[in-house]
């Protein structure tokens, strides 16, 4: 009978520490505009998360336009979740551009000066330097238009997920600013016109619609040498926008980049190409006098479809180049985020 009553005890024990640790494993705020949520501002449940967790924070964000805010993942807090009720109903957007004068050679003035450190370190609507982000159903703007640089997201961190998310802007929409950092979208819309997916990350885009305004470059990879990827686009649809902010936009070709710094790399994989991509593709090596002749710019294409995927006029540099079947293993999902840890995004 003791017997018994010691594994009756030891069961509940154990049960009751498996559900203790199950409860700090996970932490879920949510945010709301009209007061029904824990708070009001998205950055406010940002702050309430510890420095160094391990366990994941879901900051599920009621529809509205949140606009008011400029938001900052600081480093020390990782494993954060934005999960939005809607991805067109909720909406996270700011306003700020880089200019000549204003604040600190941001404009406009008077909102730059309403934030410091790292939340105004770039024009970014939101920045992102904690790992393990994760955003869903949530739309990332920019609405400063074509002013110059002004960022929806900024990204420093490792390990970042989004999916089902919609990425506005017109210059420099989403940067992937930190060499080896590793961001997947899956399922996701990404509009501009200058350069906007640019940096030295790794980004992996899987079935995402890549929507431009005429007369610009999608990409601006600044891939270091070593670094085996920069951005991959797999199964994505390159479309056009004739709803540009800038009239003069509507009948130009759109080119897939231009290399910014560093070894560019970018695979397109799969995907359907309108008739608005520049035959070129890269027309120009826009400064980098060795862009044309360096083995180490990968700028690769394979399979892909539609009137813009013809290859035949691309620009004669030495890296533009169709990848062979044997290759493209190399661009699995797998293979290009697993880094050192063998990560798994989904």
């Known amino acids: ?13 154990s049960n009751f520490f498996t559900m203790a640790t199950m409860a700090q494993s996970s932490k879920n705020i949510v945010v709301a505009l009209d007061g029904s949520g824990d708070y009001m501002k998205i950055q406010d449940a ?31 807090k990782k494993n954060i979740t934005f999960k939005g009720e809607s991805r067109d109903k909720t909406i996270i957007s700011y306003h700020i551009y880089d200019c000549k004068g204003g604040l600190n050679n941001k404009c406009p ?24 982000f994760r955003a869903e159903n949530i739309t990332f703007q920019n609405t400063a238009g074509p002013v110059g640089q002004a960022l929806a997201i900024y990204v420093t961190s490792d390990k970042n ?25 899956k399922n996701c819309l990404v509009l501009g016109r200058t350069d906007y997916i640019y940096g030295g990350g790794i980004g992996y885009f899987d079935a995402c619609e890549i929507r431009s305004f005429g007369g610009g470059w999608i990409t601006a990879p600044s891939t270091p040498k070593g670094q085996d990827y920069g951005f ?25 980049g231009r290399p910014w710094h560093n070894f560019p790399k970018v695979a397109w994989i799969q995907c359907e190409m309108g008739k608005e991509i520049n035959p070129a593709g890269w027309p120009t090596i826009w400064n980098m006098q060795y862009a044309s002749t360096s083995e180490d710019l ?49």
């Open 232 to 256: 991959v686009f797999f199964k994505c649809k390159l479309t056009f926008s004739e709803k540009s902010p800038k009239e003069n936009d509507n009948k130009q070709l759109v080119s897939l």
């Open 46 to 76: 940002v702050d309430t998360v510890l420095p160094g967790q391990k366990h994941r924070t879901v900051i599920y964000i009621k529809n509205g336009l949140y606009n008011t805010e400029k938001i900052l993942i600081p480093s020390d």
């Open 109 to 132: 003035a008077e909102d730059v000066a309403k934030w410091t450190g790292q939340a105004i370190r770039t024009s970014a609507t939101v920045s992102i330097q904690g790992d393990g």
């Open 298 to 346: 990968h700028l690769y294409e394979y399979k892909n479809t539609g009137a813009g995927a013809n290859m035949s006029q691309r620009a004669n540099w030495t890296g533009i180049r169709e990848l062979g079947s044997e290759e493209i293993h190399l661009y699995s999902l797998k293979s290009v985020l697993k880094g050192q840890d063998n990560w798994q995004p989904l």
């Open 161 to 185: 997920v989004f999916v089902n998310c919609n990425f506005l802007g017109y210059q420099d929409t989403v940067f992937l600013a930190t060499d080896n950092t590793r961001s997947y979208f």
């Open 1 to 13: 009978m003791k017997t018994i009553y010691r594994f009756i005890l030891y069961l509940f024990i």
